[in-house]
T-cell receptor
Framework: AQTVTQSQPEMSVQEAETVTLSCTYD???????LFWYKQPPSRQMILVIR??????QNATENRFSVNFQKAAKSFSLKISDSQLGDTAMYFC??????????????FGKGTKLSVIP | AAGVIQSPRHLIKEKRETATLKCYPI?????VYWYQQGPGQDPQFLIS???????DKGSIPDRFSAQQFSDYHSELNMSSLELGDSALYFC?????????????FGPGTRLTVL
């Protein structure tokens, strides 16, 4: 079974500053993927960034980047130049492989990020 | 771009009633996942479908059933509703059906059981 742990229930950051959200995971597989999803107050789940475990290079998407440490099973999300619209719950997630052609996501408990003007 | 459509967006039911939630995936997406998100919780996987066949089940109560139809839309049927079923129910779709592909989430159906 795969597990995802987010140890920071809540965080806050000043607008325009940088913040890092932590995530650790456990999986017995060698090739896998990791996701960060954002859930703003509207409750819509939005993919922020994706990392392929076999790629050494950390994924980046504009102001969002990850620090992927495979050996440590760590997958943190860095948000640069924080904006008010970044205020949301952030979930770290890993897709499983049940062997039945289903790749359902296992989520962490989430980190509630507040961007302060 | 077309997104995942869920209906209804809000639903209020009494205990022991039944409810049907509908999901219309993004066109040409052949895989559908259902998740349940309780208040203050992370989404939990319920059930998935690929090419109109059930592919896996998670923590879905026996009172719930689901299917995917020939046009790829899916319905989650919930019977004998309990207070604890109050939650946000998400449908997500993807294509192709391989690991690592983004799952696109619908806006969710908020179910309240009184």
């Amino acid at each position: 079974a795969q597990t995802v742990t987010q140890s920071q229930p809540e965080m806050s950051v000043q607008e325009a500053e940088t913040v890092t959200l932590s995530c650790t995971y456990d999986t017995s597989e060698n090739n896998y993927y990791l996701f960060w999803y954002k859930q703003p107050p509207s409750r819509q789940m939005i993919l922020v960034i994706r990392q392929e475990a076999y790629k050494q290079q950390n994924a980046t998407e504009n102001r969002f980047s990850v620090n992927f440490q495979k050996a440590a099973k760590s997958f943190s999300l860095k948000i640069s130049d924080s904006q008010l619209g970044d205020t949301a719950m952030y979930f770290c997630a890993i897709p499983g492989d049940s062997g039945a052609g289903s790749y359902q996501l296992t989520f962490g408990k989430g980190t509630k990020l507040s961007v302060i003007p | 771009a077309a997104g995942v459509i869920q209906s209804p967006r809000h639903l209020i039911k009494e205990k022991r009633e039944t409810a049907t939630l509908k999901c219309y995936p993004i066109p040409r997406h052949d895989t559908v996942y259902w998740y349940q998100q309780g208040p203050g919780q992370d989404p939990q996987f319920l059930i998935s479908f690929y090419e109109k066949m059930q592919s896996d089940k998670g923590s879905i109560p026996d009172r719930f059933s689901a299917q995917q139809f020939s046009d790829y839309h899916s319905e989650l049927n919930m019977s004998s509703l309990e207070l604890g079923d109050s939650a946000l129910y998400f449908c997500a779709s993807s294509r192709p059906n391989i690991r690592g592909v983004e799952q696109f989430f619908g806006p969710g159906t908020r179910l309240t059981v009184l």
